[in-house]
């Protein structure tokens, strides 16, 4: 089975427990404002890689990794678009034991019955996903990345149903995410979940501008700085997890 793959980083330490071998895939739906993967975004391009390629590249960091007690996540741009390589992919690793993550905006997610039967077979193999959730309000998400949030709380009720464990992400964008009242009702959103193990606060940063720039892409966020350290912490307030639940990672 193949795949369309951006780049693989060997040695993770951001995107879930332990250290992770991560597979960041080619292929996005959403154009968020502050994404620092812009180079995922365009379908079909990217790396041809097979599982098996994969799978041998990475069994020669399996022992550093197993010994933290980590495994391997695939990323992107979305993964979802790939459920064949995603299914194929896992189903070798449980087969070994591995621990397998999915990193996931949900964007692609769809009631449509031939993505269901795949993403039902998928979750089997899949031992956690990282969701990120990035407004809750569908003019200001529409605003934020182009697409309606209807499909992704619809998937985030989906994995709570069939109790997929999920790390909850949410970026903490200055004039965007870090309203109290945003926090406040995402915080609430997350409370009628069933499956949340941690959430997961990411300061917005800049690190991925110069991507934009070298696409030729306008990035409109130009003038938005970083939140502080004092924000970062009112919004663990405002979402209402205790601190020994909540990580906030960069």
Not at 107 to 118: H, N, V
Not at 176 to 196: A, P, Y
Request: hydrophobic share 35%; glycine share 8%; proline share 4%.
């Amino acid at each position: 089975m193949k795949g369309n793959i951006h780049s693989i980083e060997t040695f993770g330490t951001v995107d879930g427990p332990g250290i992770r071998y991560v597979v960041f895939t080619q292929g996005c739906l959403l154009r968020c404002l502050y994404c620092h993967n812009a180079d995922t975004w365009e379908i079909g391009t990217g790396k041809v890689m097979t599982t098996d390629e994969i799978m041998a590249d990475f069994e020669s960091y399996l022992p550093f990794i197993e010994a933290s007690g980590g495994g391997i996540t695939v990323s992107g741009g979305e993964p979802l678009l790939q459920p064949d390589f995603l299914i194929d992919l896992f189903r070798k690793c449980k087969a070994r034991g591995i621990h397998t993550t999915i990193d996931s905006s949900g964007g692609c997610y769809s009631t449509e019955e031939g993505f269901q039967a795949k993403l039902k077979e998928l979750i089997q193999y899949t031992d956690l996903i990282l969701l990120d959730l990035k407004h809750l309000d569908d003019d200001a998400h529409r605003k934020l990345t182009g697409r309606s949030n209807a499909n992704i709380l619809q998937f985030a009720r989906f994995l709570s149903d069939h109790k997929v464990p999920v790390w909850v992400r949410h970026v903490l964008v200055p004039g965007w995410t870090d309203s109290e009242d945003h926090l406040r009702r995402m915080g609430e959103f997350i409370k009628t979940l069933d499956n949340v193990k941690k959430i997961e606060v990411l300061p917005y940063h800049k690190l991925g501008v110069y991507k934009w720039e070298t696409l030729g892409y306008k990035y409109s966020l130009a003038n938005v700085e970083p939140p502080s350290a004092e924000s970062v912490e009112n919004a663990k307030a405002l979402l209402g997890v205790a601190d020994s639940t909540l990580s906030t990672a960069q």
